[in-house]
């Protein structure tokens, strides 16, 4: 067999070998593409995380955020995102402003495809993993000013929030009192992503009550709000508002 012809085989052959890779890292690529919320878990902390994946060929790229880093060192703004998939994984990274920095994710499809799992690590340097759950096309709108009541146990309030809708995330300002000693009645921030209809959120606030995690559901006609919440004191209990002019 002549040379120019034995290496022309041996080209086809290779190609033809990789080509079901290639297929599967592309086909890997496009699953993965749409809009994604929930949770990143750290060594002693948690918070929202959301990404916005498009894909083409085997690459994928899009946005990333998340919320809750200590002290708000790092930024919770949309972040550009870029990747490739390869060996039945995913791996992109984004750059956070603020301490967090370079960040680096891993992650795969759950089976059927509804919710990815992975690992990040971060130029802080913080490591942790996160799960993401897809989000339908439709998103009910939180934002807007509501007003309304708080109820725990033994004692109830007055309650104010202010929220504003950036995709499938929310961020503003709750303020509620009366307030036991040692927690204060002053704005405090608000930061949730939008998961199946709910608006899982956390209030950072001053004082000895901390940081509140909050589950918000909407009505059908959009005028009231319903939550329950707990805060770092382990007080737990229910709020209803409802949607100013």
Same mark, same amino acid.
């Given at each position: 067999m002549a040379p120019a012809r034995t290496d022309r085989l041996l080209v086809a052959a290779a190609i033809a070998l990789a080509a079901p890779a290639v297929h599967a890292q592309a086909s890997l690529a496009a699953a993965s593409a749409g809009t994604w919320a929930g949770t990143w878990f750290g060594q002693t902390r948690d918070g929202t995380m959301e990404m916005v994946i498009q894909a083409e060929g085997d690459t994928v790229s899009g946005r990333a955020r998340s919320g809750n880093s200590p002290d708000g060192a790092c930024s919770s703004d949309w972040a550009p995102l870029k990747g490739t998939a390869a060996n039945g994984r995913i791996s992109a990274e984004y750059v956070v402003p603020g301490r967090c920095?370079?960040?680096?994710? @891993? +992650? @795969?499809?759950?089976?059927?495809?509804? =919710? *990815? @799992?992975?690992? #990040? $690590? %971060? =130029? #802080?340097?913080s490591f942790g993993t996160f799960k993401l759950v897809k989000q339908a096309a439709g998103v009910p709108s939180f934002a807007g000013t509501w007003k309304g009541i708080w109820q725990a146990p033994t004692v109830d309030g007055r309650s104010e929030l202010v929220l504003e809708a950036k995709g499938h995330g929310v961020t503003?300002? &709750?303020?509620?009192? !009366? /307030?036991? !000693?040692?927690?204060?009645?002053?704005? =405090? /921030? &608000?930061?949730?992503?939008?998961?199946d209809g709910k608006l899982v959120a956390r209030v950072a606030a001053r004082g000895i009550c901390g940081t509140t995690d909050v589950v918000y559901t909407i009505n059908a006609a959009g005028t009231e709000l319903a939550s329950t919440w707990k805060?770092?004191?382990? *007080? %737990?209990?229910? %709020?209803? +508002? @409802? $949607?100013?002019?």
């Amino acid at each position: 067999m002549a040379p120019a012809r034995t290496d022309r085989l041996l080209v086809a052959a290779a190609i033809a070998l990789a080509a079901p890779a290639v297929h599967a890292q592309a086909s890997l690529a496009a699953a993965s593409a749409g809009t994604w919320a929930g949770t990143w878990f750290g060594q002693t902390r948690d918070g929202t995380m959301e990404m916005v994946i498009q894909a083409e060929g085997d690459t994928v790229s899009g946005r990333a955020r998340s919320g809750n880093s200590p002290d708000g060192a790092c930024s919770s703004d949309w972040a550009p995102l870029k990747g490739t998939a390869a060996n039945g994984r995913i791996s992109a990274e984004y750059v956070v402003p603020g301490r967090c920095g370079r960040t680096e994710v @891993t +992650f @795969t499809l759950e089976p059927g495809g509804d =919710a *990815i @799992t992975g690992e #990040w $690590r %971060s =130029a #802080w340097p913080s490591f942790g993993t996160f799960k993401l759950v897809k989000q339908a096309a439709g998103v009910p709108s939180f934002a807007g000013t509501w007003k309304g009541i708080w109820q725990a146990p033994t004692v109830d309030g007055r309650s104010e929030l202010v929220l504003e809708a950036k995709g499938h995330g929310v961020t503003g300002r &709750v303020r509620s009192w !009366p /307030q036991p !000693p040692g927690c204060t009645e002053d704005w =405090a /921030q &608000v930061s949730g992503t939008v998961v199946d209809g709910k608006l899982v959120a956390r209030v950072a606030a001053r004082g000895i009550c901390g940081t509140t995690d909050v589950v918000y559901t909407i009505n059908a006609a959009g005028t009231e709000l319903a939550s329950t919440w707990k805060n770092e004191l382990g *007080i %737990s209990g229910t %709020s209803r +508002f @409802t $949607r100013e002019p």
